[in-house]
C-alpha cells in the first residue's frame, strides 16, 4: 500500500474523508532525516493497513498547509483524529518509537465513551 501523496487542493478533502486516525508526513525532497523516515513509514503503513490513514505531504511544493499547520521543521509526522490535529513528532525517530505514538492513539478511539 502506497502511502498517499496530497496537496493544498486536497488536503481538507482528504482529511475530512475518515474520521479515524490519520498520520500525515510533512517533507521535502532535498530533507536527509525525510528519506530515512519514509521507509518506515511505508512499513508501517503497510502493518496498520485498514486501521490507519498515511498520507505525506511536500511542503516545498504545498505551503499553504504547511503554514497552516506551522510546520517548521521537517521531517514532521502530524496525527489527526477526526480530521483535527491532534499532535506531531518532528524528527527522524525509529519504528517502534512511531508505533508507540500510533498505538496510543488506537487506544483512544477503541476506549469506550461515557
Sequence with gaps: MAIAEWNDG?????????PGLTVVDFWAPWCGPC????PVLEELAQEYSGKVRFAKVNVDHNPEIAGRYGIRS????????????????????????????????????????A
Design 10 to 18: 486536497t488536503f481538507d478533502r482528504e482529511l475530512a474523508a475518515d
Design 35 to 38: 528519506r530515512i523516515v519514509a
Design 74 to 113: 521537517i521531517p514532521t509526522i502530524g496525527f489527526f483524529v477526526g480530521g483535527q490535529p491532534a499532535g506531531a513528532v518532528v524528527g527522524a525517530y525509529p519504528k517502534a518509537a512511531f508505533k508507540q505514538v500510533i498505538d496510543r492513539f488506537l487506544a483512544k478511539e477503541e476506549a469506550p465513551q
